[in-house]
């Protein structure tokens, strides 16, 4: 990184895959900016990840696919995309109005065509396959349209990918749960106008005490 911010793409990339080396999953997108040394940086180290380290790709990385030609056919890695609905829209060259008016079934045709998991955040987030399986999160929460929620979202489920490489539907539809079950608690006890994104990442451990620790 240079003096003014400027990242060198190769080493960046170089940087970033040698730290992958002893990693499981990774997230890329999040704080990242959109030039054109970050678009050589994102499309690097895309087309260089192992094949067995799924990666969520979120925010400007997302933005950084949607002016690359036919990106979907390059990118075989297993992945999870996660736009927000003006992300969404750049993705499949719609208004982000014709997203929210036809959520579920943007997200299904946008698995379908990148054949990835597809998260689409916001009222009622949507998870979708490939294969036409879909999954609808129960939370609506006005609170989580704050700057930083979609990357609490992005590194929770990086982490959960991290512990279940192998299912990234279900890894996915569970980070989206438990992220909005914190959200909810946050809300229950600051309010949908205070709290902030680090307020649903201080109660992400709730999920643990108020569902697993009873079954156990």
């Not at 989580?144 to 279940?164: H, I, N, P, V």
Request: charged content about 20%.
């Amino acid at each position: 990184v240079s003096q003014n911010g400027d990242i060198n793409p190769s080493e960046a990339s170089s940087i970033a895959l040698d730290v992958l080396k002893n990693a499981t999953s990774a997230v890329i997108g999040p704080g990242l900016g959109k030039n054109r040394n970050t678009f050589e940086f994102v499309t690097s180290f895309l087309s260089q990840v192992d094949d067995d380290i799924p990666v969520v790709i979120d925010a400007d990385a997302l933005n950084i696919l949607a002016e690359s030609h036919q990106w979907w056919d390059k990118l075989k890695i297993p992945c999870v995309l996660t736009p927000h609905p003006g992300e969404m829209g750049r993705l499949m060259g719609i208004s982000s109005l014709d997203v929210q008016q036809n959520r579920v079934a943007v997200t299904l045709e946008a698995a379908e065509k990148f054949q990835k998991i597809v998260v689409l955040k916001g009222a009622a987030t949507i998870i979708a396959a490939p294969n036409g399986r879909f999954r609808v999160s129960p939370w609506v929460n006005s609170g989580l349209a704050k700057g930083g929620s979609g990357d609490t979202l992005a590194g929770l489920l990086g982490g959960l990918l991290a512990q279940r490489p192998d299912n990234l539907l279900d890894m996915a539809s569970l980070a989206v749960y438990i992220h909005g079950h914190a959200a909810d608690i946050a809300r229950s006890e600051l309010g949908e106008m205070s709290m902030r994104a680090t307020d649903v990442s201080d109660r992400l451990g709730y999920f643990y005490r108020d569902f697993v620790s009873k079954k156990s």
